[in-house]
């Protein structure tokens, strides 16, 4: 029986501690738990998203090419941010670390634990500049237009900054 893989992208990101430190942690524990992470965007530093008043987030994009099923993707992320600290005290606050599932395939999966597309791509430049850098032309598949030109349209005003231009984990 042939295993397939399938390529899961993520958002990464966090505001607290050693924000650059978590993030390659992330990266890391994504690999041995996931599959391999075969692009990662450069790093992008952006204000805070829905509560304003809190320190600057770091962020990230990363494609996965993985074997897990969309659920248990969905299981390994919420394991991974659990096993480097993070606390839900209330929505879009402060985190050490945010891992989101932004598309698995092309696939549409509306359940009451997973919504994939992510719904909010489209109104997040935090999101849509690393993605940019990685998946361009990937079409996504309720809007059916490429994440570049979901880049072009956002009307999110906050701006983002690169951080790092190339991933390092130094």
Known sequence: MQRTTHQLYLSIGGNLGQRKANLAKAI??????MGMVSQVSPIYETKAWGVENQ??????ALLV??????????STVLKIEAA???VRERKWYTRLIDIDILFY???????????VPHP?????NFVLAPLADIAPDFIH?????SVR??????????????????????
């Open 65 to 74: 090419e993985t074997m897990l099923s969309p659920e248990a993707a969905l």
């Open 120 to 124: 909010f791509i489209a109104n997040r």
């Open 55 to 60: 320190p600057d987030f770091l962020n990230q």
């Open 28 to 33: 890391e524990l994504t690999s041995e738990e």
């Open 105 to 115: 395939d092309d696939l549409v999966i509306n359940t009451p634990k997973l919504t």
């Open 141 to 145: 598949p309720v809007l059916q237009k």
């Open 84 to 86: 480097m600290g993070r």
């Open 149 to 170: 030109e979901l880049y072009r349209i956002c009307k999110d005003p906050l701006p983002v900054t690169t951080f790092l231009s190339k991933y390092t984990t130094k």
